[in-house]
Structures are given as C-alpha cells and as structure tokens.
C-alpha cells in the first residue's frame, strides 16, 4: 500500500545528541514536510521541500537541519541546538499539481523525548 | 500575519447532539482552507478542501462551508467514533506554499 512511514515511533534521546527521524514516501509525491506538534498548540512547520536536493526554512527551523537527496526520503535532525526537542514529530508529503498540493499525507509520526 | 483561530478547544457532545465547529482565519491571498481529522497519537487525515466563499463539502456526517473569514465544520448526529481533534489549516499566496495550522478542536462524543 502507498503512504508514508516515519520511523522510528519513539526515540529517546539525551541532552546534546543529536538524533535523525526518517521519513519515507511510496506516493510519488515531489513536496514533503515536517511539522512538529505539541500538546494544546497547533502544527507548526520546521523545513518544507518541493523537489530532489532543495528545501525551505518553515516558522521553527532552528536546531534542526534536512536533506532531501531522494524523492522518497526527507530524514529530519534535530540537533543539540534545538533547546526544547521533546515533541510529536509529523512528516507528511502531498503532490505539487496545482489545487491539490494542500492535501497532506501524513505518517503516524515520531514521538521524541529527551532525558 | 497570517492567522487561523478554531474554537471551542474542546466540546463534549451526546450521540445524536449536533453541533459546529469553528475556524476564523485572519490571511492575505486565501488560496483554500483544509480539514483535518487526527486520531490520538496518529497523523491527522485529510478530510475537506474549500476554496471560494459559499463554497460546501459534505462526507458522512460531516459538512464543510466557507466564508470570507471563516469555516465551520458541521457535524450531525454524531456517534462515538467521530470522536478526535480537528484541525483547520490554510493555503495563502501561491502554490506550493505550506500551510498554516489552527490549534485544533477536540471533539468528545459519548453514548
């Protein structure tokens, strides 16, 4: 079946490391993002990409850094620079064809803690 | 800046109690406003594209509509399993632009 898979479920991670959340998509889709959620705040956008070796800054970019060398995978970093890690990390992709490309796919996401 | 508020945050509801949901956007250039279904835990599901002003959706017991500054999400007769929080995201300016996410509604059915 075609979708997207985020891995891995939950990660804990100590202070200082950083620590790489994969995204893979099976859709044929060119854009993919990550958003981050956490709890009583709405889905906030860390870095977006439309097409194979480019990507965009979202709202919350900083502590984080992305590469996107394949259609498919969009793997997300978070860095030791990131000062609040601990969140609900959600990848999700959609077709860039005009009128659809704000129809989101979405993964069951990645739970992070730091200890 | 660009803005999307959805109230209540939580409503609590009877099986059969019908009721809406509101999202009141604040944006320069309304490309479309999108619904969103998330389970707990899970990533949220598409539900509704609305791109012009009287434009409606209808899935279920689900019914979308759109005006100039906001949208509601009508829900009749609701039963247990439509339980979940909904979120409210907008498209502004061109294509290809990322959306922009409302704080979501918790919805609360019991039997």
């Known amino acids: 079946d075609g979708g997207i898979t985020q891995s891995p479920k939950y990660l804990f991670r100590k202070e200082g490391q950083n620590v790489t959340l994969s995204c893979e998509q099976n859709?044929?889709?060119?854009?993919m993002y990550w958003y981050r959620q956490d709890p009583g705040q709405g889905l906030r956008l860390i870095y977006y990409?439309?097409?194979?070796?480019?990507?965009q800054k979202g709202d919350i970019a900083e502590g984080y850094s992305v590469s996107r060398e394949k259609k498919e995978s969009f793997p997300l970093t978070v860095t030791s620079a990131q000062k609040n890690p601990t969140a609900f990390y959600l990848c999700?992709?959609?077709?860039?064809?005009?009128?659809?490309?704000?129809?989101?796919?979405f993964g069951e996401g990645s739970r992070l803690t730091v200890l | 800046e660009d803005q999307v508020t959805q109230s209540p945050e939580a409503l609590r509801l009877q099986e059969g109690e019908s009721s809406s949901l509101n999202c009141s956007y604040t944006?320069?250039?309304?490309?479309?406003l999108f619904w969103y279904r998330q389970d707990p835990g899970k990533g949220p599901e598409f539900l509704f594209t609305?791109?012009?002003a009287g434009e409606e959706k209808e899935k279920e017991r689900l019914k979308a509509t759109l005006t100039k500054k906001e949208s509601f999400l009508h829900i009749t007769a609701p039963k247990p399993e439509d339980s979940a929080t909904y979120l409210c995201?907008?498209?502004?300016?061109?294509?290809?632009?990322?959306?922009?996410f409302g704080k979501g509604t918790t919805l609360s059915v019991s039997s």
């Open positions: 995201a907008v498209q502004v300016g061109r294509a290809g632009t990322a959306l922009i």
């Open positions: 944006v320069s250039g309304l490309r479309g």
């Open positions: 990409s439309q097409i194979v070796n480019d990507f």
């Open positions: 999700a992709s959609s077709r860039s064809n005009r009128g659809t490309d704000g129809e989101l796919f």
């Open positions: 859709l044929n889709h060119d854009a």
């Open positions: 609305l791109y012009s």
